[in-house]
């Protein structure tokens, strides 16, 4: 198979080898003699067909990233998003990165970042841009770097008349005159009135004045514990005048001096795939960081989840949805649903259901929303689905279909336990969410426990497992360093070809439209088994050619719509039609975090003439939200073609 010039691999050759045994003591002459001979055998012909191959892709130093989110492109380019890249003296810098990486010639273009989108969400619009929300206001501090107290106040607003804007580092004024500053810039709604009528005939009417309300942090003007405050404090805000001055004021619960968390943004954007630039859209209602957005059949994203602007889960009651055609965020306070971060949203085929697997990234109460079940949007009721096998693990796992979406099948695999612990599961369980009463049911098992297991839905219909460690980030030398192909069919794993970079925490992998998969990132706490030398960032990429790449000469599909509509047919050219034996539609990915709910399969109705393939859509639109797709054909022998990119409408 070619292999561009871009892509360095590493092979031992014979001759090489020959000279290092010549020189070497026996232990060194056993081990150069295994490596050549491993070498030779994952580079055979025999062994690609069976377990396919994984080639190093070193890009060239200056562009170079912490690869934290991968997006495919409508143009087939990818999206590498960065922010600080979860380095803290970047953070403190201002420098902010994206790349775009070009999988068909190896070319990088570094792509100006507006702000620090490290952890933030994402999801695809209908008109092919990729909707990015929430990311870091504010990096973690443990308790013992902590020096000035800080906490989450809310400041109010008294006054109908108008809604009132402080910057960041506007001065609260305690009781006992020590100064805190706001660490962002945060706007309080204007306060409600309302008039009641009156209790009695020709008496007065009443009226109801509700006090605006906005949160935002606040850390003391100074180091030391004399800023610490253990109970509930109003506060004035310098600079006001007149009657805001009685109608403005912040209250805190407490300020400490403990652990401060990651802290999240507002800003959203949409990032155009053509211009390949970021534009900026209406802020969230709430800050977020780890949040999930998912699509909805009418094109809209719902945002859930996250870490607010004081570092706690971001409450149910703020749960808001993203209109593209107003590029607004609405706030849904009748979808109160609370969720951990992160947590893997499925759009079913049901309109206004979403199916919530369990899987998660973290951060939350390990006794509060993390069940599986099935979200009613229409009523806000939630039917718990039961029946996984170590529901305490399912932290860093991760879900996607299993198969194409129109059997409903949702697999979970890995995971680990609460935060920092070492437990970590092989499970892989799966529910058919059809019937009234759905249920988990075991499926194959993993040869190690894995947390951070990466999931892509390949256009066979079989799923790539791969990335992961059975310990948190990697300790302990722990990577996987292994592959597996699940098979939903049969509800059975075929071994994988090893890749040959370990990846844990921050690492995504995604299908390219060529049918291969990438595979990016990894964030490990230590880089050897005796956990003494600190991690560094892995920025190679992998990609991996999946074995039905090695079985032939691909199919071929050409000329035909590039826009297609719910329940309609459309034709596409293509040379050996009588072959063709499957045509899937699959959502590009975008993913972080052990998340990438935006990939999707279809099976597609077609039928075949002399030259040509005529597909038929689904209808419903809750199968198939509105958005950029690739168009795979498949033949007898299980080989896919390249995509043709297309737009459902």
């Not at 507006?114 to 933030?120: E, K, S, V």
Request: proline letters at 8%; aromatic letters at 8%.
């Amino acid at each position: 198979m070619f292999v561009p010039h871009w892509i360095r691999r590493k092979i031992v050759l014979p001759a090489v080898a020959g000279v290092v045994l010549g020189a070497a003591n026996v232990p060194i002459l056993y081990s150069a003699t295994v490596d050549w001979l491993h070498e030779h055998e994952i580079n055979s012909s025999d062994y690609k067909y069976a377990n396919g191959y994984w080639q190093v892709v070193e890009l060239p130093k200056g562009q170079r990233v912490n690869a934290i989110h991968a997006a495919l492109l409508p143009s087939g380019r990818i999206l590498l998003i960065a922010g600080s890249g979860n380095d803290r003296e970047q953070f403190q810098a201002g420098t902010f990165k994206t790349l775009i990486f070009d999988p068909v010639n190896g070319r990088t273009t570094l792509v100006p970042t507006p702000t620090d989108l490290f952890c933030a969400g994402h999801a695809y619009l209908p008109d092919g841009k990729l909707l990015v929300a929430g990311g870091t206001l504010r990096y973690e501090m443990l308790k013992t770097d902590v020096k000035r107290a800080g906490g989450t106040v809310t400041v109010k607003n008294e006054s109908p008349d108008a809604p009132h804007t402080f910057p960041k580092g506007t001065v609260l004024v305690g009781k006992n005159g020590r100064k805190y500053l706001l660490g962002d810039e945060v706007t309080v709604p204007a306060a409600t009135k309302v008039v009641q009528p009156p209790h009695r005939p020709g008496g007065t009417p009443g009226v109801v004045i509700t006090a605006g309300e906005a949160r935002v942090w606040a850390d003391a003007a100074a180091d030391g514990k004399e800023y610490v405050v253990d109970h509930q404090t109003q506060y004035e805000i310098e600079g006001l005048s007149g009657a805001d001055q009685h109608n403005i004021y912040a209250m805190a619960d407490k300020i400490t001096i403990d652990q401060q968390d990651f802290q999240g943004r507002k800003e959203t954007y949409e990032f155009n795939p053509v211009t390949e630039q970021y534009e900026r859209v209406a802020d969230m209602h709430e800050k977020r960081w780890y949040p999930t957005l998912t699509g909805l059949p009418d094109g809209s994203v719902l945002a859930v989840s996250g870490l607010d602007g004081g570092g706690q889960v971001v409450d149910g009651s703020q749960n808001e949805i993203y209109d593209p055609k107003t590029k607004t965020w609405t706030v849904r306070k009748d979808l109160n649903r609370y969720f951990p971060t992160y947590p893997a949203l499925f759009q079913t085929d049901r309109d206004g259901v979403l199916f919530f697997s369990g899987s998660n990234a973290g951060y939350g109460p390990a006794d509060k929303g993390r069940d599986p079940g099935l979200w009613n949007l229409a009523d806000n009721s939630f039917q718990k689905v039961p029946g996984i096998r170590d529901p305490d693990v399912l932290e860093t796992s991760m879900s996607a279909w299993a198969g194409p979406v129109q059997n409903q099948t949702v697999m979970v695999v890995g995971g680990g336990g609460i935060g920092e612990s070492a437990r970590s599961t092989g499970r892989i369980d799966i529910v058919r969410l059809k019937g009234d009463n759905p249920r988990f049911e075991p499926g194959p098992s993993l040869p190690e426990g894995t947390r951070y297991p990466n999931l892509v839905q390949l256009p066979d219909d079989t799923v790539l497992i791969t990335n992961g460690a059975s310990d948190y980030r990697g300790r302990f030398g722990s990577d996987n360093h292994n592959a597996r192909i699940y098979h939903p069919g049969t509800n059975t794993l075929t071994y994988a070809a090893d890749p040959r970079v370990g990846r844990n925490y921050h690492s995504a992998a995604v299908l390219l439209p060529d049918g291969r998969v990438l595979t990016v990132g990894s964030d490990p706490l230590f880089r050897d088994e005796k956990n003494t030398i600190s991690g560094t960032f892995e920025q190679r990429l992998e990609i991996y050619t999946p074995p039905y790449l090695f079985r032939g000469p691909r199919p071929t599909i050409g000329g035909g719509p590039a826009t297609l509509a719910a329940g309609r047919q459309a034709t596409y050219t293509t040379a050996a039609p009588r072959e063709i034996a499957a045509v899937r539609l699959i959502r590009p990915s975008a993913a972080t975090h052990m998340l990438n709910t935006e990939q999707r399969s279809l099976i597609l109705d077609f039928k075949t003439s002399s030259n040509a393939v005529t597909v038929t859509l689904p209808s419903s639109p809750a199968l198939m939200p509105p958005g950029p797709y690739m168009l795979f054909v498949i033949n007898k022998d299980g080989v896919p073609s390249e995509a043709k990119w297309v737009t459902v409408s």
